[in-house]
């Protein structure tokens, strides 16, 4: 399978403090990304699909200025929560998208926040 | 409204037992995948289905799609404890769409 990484691992912040979280495919260039959020021992919550050279598309609920998302290229997008506060403390997945119907995701290995 | 219903939600069953993990929906779905899910990491992939009635094997997993392509299944045979995590089903509905996941299955094998 692919490769996708994340980075951080886990992040610890203050609350009102913007922590940026980056997902990377090392071995595919992937035109679009997905960024999940998931609380614990529940499912995958889809947030927002990015895509490379455009605005991202954020599902209901979601606030995009809250979460920003910048998909500058084929093989980073970056996920920054901008004024943080504890609710916002989750664990953050990437996925990166390769190939046509049917299409694979390749999830990163996720990022533990933990907002003070 | 969840598209896609898995079950059961928990599951705990002995090393060598069989277990069945339903998928399913109302929908129909040009794919669907199954992932697998350890604590503190991302879904693994398992296998993706496409065609109506299609079989696949991973081993002593076997994942079925549904005939009218709105269901699915996976069989485990002999569990073992390694087998435990989070499985979770996931359907892409129109080409090229984002995928959907349902809530996943907690799975534990006791040794």
């Known amino acids: 399978g692919a490769v996708v990484s994340q980075h951080p691992s886990r992040v610890i912040c203050k609350s009102g403090t913007s922590v940026k979280i980056e997902c990377r495919s090392l071995?595919?260039?992937?035109?679009?990304m997905f960024w999940y959020r998931q609380f614990p021992k529940k499912s995958l919550m889809l947030m927002a699909t990015?895509?490379?050279?455009?605005?991202?598309?954020?599902e209901q609920g979601v606030e995009k200025d809250k979460f920003l998302i910048n998909h500058a290229s084929l093989t980073l997008s970056t996920l920054t929560v901008t004024s943080a506060h504890p609710e916002d403390s989750s664990f953050y997945i990437c996925?990166?998208?390769?190939?046509?119907?049917?299409?694979?995701?390749?999830f990163g290995p996720g990022t533990r926040l933990t907002v003070l | 409204t969840q598209l896609l219903e898995q079950s059961p939600q928990f599951l705990s069953i002995q090393e060598g037992e069989n277990l069945t993990v339903y998928c399913n929906s109302s929908?129909?779905?040009?794919?669907l995948q199954w992932y697998r899910q350890e604590p503190g990491e991302g879904p693994v992939l398992l296998v993706t289905?496409?065609?109506?009635?299609e079989v696949k094997k991973l081993k002593r997993l076997t994942f079925q799609f549904g005939d009218a392509r709105k269901d699915s299944s996976l069989h485990i045979t002999a569990a073992q404890p390694g087998d435990t995590g989070l499985y979770l089903c996931?359907?892409?509905?129109?080409?090229?769409?984002?995928?959907?996941f349902g809530k996943g299955t907690r799975l534990h094998i006791l040794p």
């Open positions: 996931a359907g892409e509905m129109n080409r090229d769409d984002k995928i959907i």
């Open positions: 990015s895509n490379e050279g455009s605005k991202a598309t954020y």
């Open positions: 929908s129909v779905f040009s794919s």
């Open positions: 996925s990166a998208r390769r190939g046509t119907s049917p299409q694979k995701q390749f």
């Open positions: 071995d595919f260039q992937a035109t679009t």
């Open positions: 289905v496409v065609t109506g009635g």
